[in-house]
């Protein structure tokens, strides 16, 4: 089965919105082993859609339309539908009926005449009510073809492919026989050139299990689907590839799927030992218990502590958060040394370690993060860039700090330095003095 | 002049991920007066991908791809572009330098071996600079018609279309004879559906000047739009419509169109005078000269620290924050007192409000805010349901608490909490105690 999307709309193509009802019915008819191959975005103009549409017929079996289903002259989904399949378009009582009680049931008590247009139809075509909205889903039988009209707003569109949409699409064998399912691997620390170069030769891992490389700021996801026509044999290919990646990408790798790096290192601070961080970080951190954290920040603004603490529970583990902006901050708050600020800077090694040490001792916390940088545009001197970022880790035993450049604007370096630190966390101990491989990655 | 748009990816074929390079794209066109009719979204697929081309070809004179310019095997719209153009696939030497120089910038002495597959380019094909990752942007001519090959992440793709395209077509006289102009207006403080109340009579303005209503969490914008075939007068339709607007809504507007309220609150706090900024609010800071900022946040985390450092010059005016998640860090840090903490809970009024002075105190700033609330999902108690949020602002000779209430997730309530807090600090002093408006948009 090949399917298509048609969304139909001018307020796309002026970008007043963004589509993502395409993004919705893409992920379904993924997950329903439908193949998608086209996605199309036409105007309110009824020529162009009836060329559209008779162009889908010729390539595909399943077409969705999108939109253009409400009560003005603009809404022409429906008519052009009949256009293209040699329809006549009719008045439906029954719809016009639910058209009201939805009126009623949200004390209007006249319809708006315009709202009785809705209740057109192809001749022929089934329809499903629309709970939340006006306009019907309808579906239109063209020859061997099908197609499925649905209500622009998300809201309305969604509940009509749930509820009425995937149980026709299953009952009639319309769905691959195939079952799908796709894992996420989540990286750190390595760029996609790096990451493409260490897994090229699985990208193309056959016709039934796909990896594909997806990159974030600062960080890469590789996407790992797989269909066949059992779960268990999903399962078990999905289970095979990762397992060649984890071997190749072990300790770049923090977690899967929705895992982020903050949920992953809150459950290391929490006592448990997720897959996600090195055993030796384990070990430093301590397995025997429950560990707490306070961070003192200066580039990043707090955008670390708000990082730590979207994860529900943090406040068993997360015990302070200092931003530090100022000198004077630096110096009453957390005990860094005049001395140093004056004779490195307060961009320094020395001032993140003492950072992080200073927060540390005041929160009386198991381990203390130091964060000073240059965030950008404006703070750069001779010696030190914009996106320059010492981060710093203190524990009992442990000390560490890495310096890192970054690239891009004062929010893409903020995100990308608490990226960074939460790594840092994550391997605590484990990694070596010095600069940081960490950049931009593109 | 036509233009489309062919977006290219398997992931956006999947529904990975959502297309906002094709609403960013088709906004920017129809701000140039360029007419768009398709938006097209095609996999990885070479034979496809060519065959849309000349489809492109057929019925448009400018077409813009996004997307598939990466070093990977999967990355085929280049070579698509010449088999579609019958132009040879040619080895750039100078944007392999770039790509190179890209990585030695970044701290990499060795550019990874697939990276130089990006210096290949249609021959004939001019190349804009890509300075945030390393796929260059292309621009093809064929016979009468022009491609751009811009690349997939948006923080590649826009830069290079301000940068580069917008000047390209503008000098080629590509663009529209009609001006459009839009202009935003920002509102904080009443929901959706009381702006619609107010404004329901604008929103049909007219046809050459449109109004629109954007909904965000915590916000909603105001968006008129006007054209015309010169420019003054697109600017005196947009002026007439927004002084309207503004004697309706006047003190719920903080901003116009990209100003973030975080922006204007620091530019009250630099002593300027911004427009959204109450003026007995501006009495109240004091006119005289700039004041400083220090922040206390329990539930909201280190968000408001954080949205408050996203703004460049920020550190002149924030002193410190500090996330006082714990009741140790909230009595030793700030001097809350223990007693009201036990009285009242940590989510009460008083405590917000002694966690304002109290970070005041420790950082000398002139205005202390203070936050404590529940974030959910757990937390809640008898009285104190999730959502509940108190917001303290503490001055010289003003202080101000409010009581609010919001819906949602865990960090859809940190976002509110947040704006309602950057909200009270931008009407400091005006505002009555008690219960706060806030609560969720739907």
């Not at 970008?15 to 019915?25: D, E, K, P, Q, S």
Request: net charge positive; glycine share 10%; proline share 4%.
């Amino acid at each position: 089965m090949r399917a298509e999307i048609i969304s139909v709309g001018t307020e796309l193509l002026l970008g007043h919105i963004v589509n993502t009802n395409a993004a919705y019915l893409s992920k379904k008819l993924a997950l329903l082993g439908i193949d998608l191959y086209y996605q199309t975005t036409i105007g309110d103009n009824p020529a162009r859609l009836v060329s559209a549409l008779k162009q889908a017929f010729s390539r595909s079996d399943i077409v969705f339309t999108t939109g253009g289903l409400g009560p003005t002259v603009d809404d022409i989904t429906l008519s052009s539908i009949c256009s293209a399949t040699f329809k006549e378009f009719t008045f439906n009582k029954k719809i016009e009926k639910c058209i009201a009680r939805h009126f009623r049931k949200r004390g209007l008590k006249k319809m708006p005449r315009d709202a009785a247009r809705q209740a057109y139809i192809p001749r022929g075509a089934c329809w499903f009510e629309n709970n939340v909205g006006t306009a019907p889903g309808t579906l239109i039988e063209h020859g061997e073809k099908i197609i499925f009209a649905l209500p622009g707003p998300p809201r309305e569109l969604i509940p009509i492919f749930e509820k009425n949409v995937i149980p026709y699409l299953k009952k009639k064998g319309l769905t691959g026989k195939w079952i799908i399912k796709t894992k996420t691997i989540k990286i750190v620390g390595l760029v996609e050139a790096e990451v493409n170069k260490i897994v090229k030769d699985l990208l193309s891992a056959g016709p039934a299990t796909t990896l594909g490389i997806y990159v974030h700021l600062g960080e890469v996801d590789l996407k790992i689907t797989s269909k066949a026509k059992d779960g268990k044999a999903v399962e078990r290919e999905i289970k095979k590839l990762e397992k060649e990646i984890r071997k190749r990408l072990g300790k770049y790798i923090y977690g899967v799927d929705s895992e982020s790096l903050e949920y992953v290192v809150g459950k290391m601070l929490a006592g448990k030992r997720p897959k996600g961080v090195p055993s030796t970080a384990i070990k430093n951190i301590g397995r025997e218990g429950k560990k707490t954290l306070a961070i003192a920040e200066s580039c990043t603004g707090g955008l670390i502590a708000n990082r730590i603490t979207n994860v529900s529970g943090s406040s068993k583990y997360f015990k302070m958060g200092i931003v530090a902006y100022s000198n004077e901050a630096k110096v009453n708050l957390l005990g860094v040394s005049k001395g140093k600020i004056k004779k490195y800077g307060a961009v320094s090694k020395q001032v993140a370690l003492d950072m992080a040490k200073g927060v540390k001792r005041l929160s009386k916390a198991d381990v203390g993060l130091g964060i000073t940088g240059i965030a950008g545009p404006k703070g750069a001197t001779g010696k030190k860039p914009i996106g320059l970022v010492y981060i710093a880790v203190a524990g009992d035993k442990i000390k560490t700090v890495k310096k890192c450049l970054f690239i891009g604007s004062r929010e893409e370096i903020k995100l990308q330095a608490s990226t960074a630190a939460l790594d840092l966390l994550r391997k605590i101990g484990t990694v070596p003095e010095g600069d940081c491989p960490y950049f931009s990655n593109s």
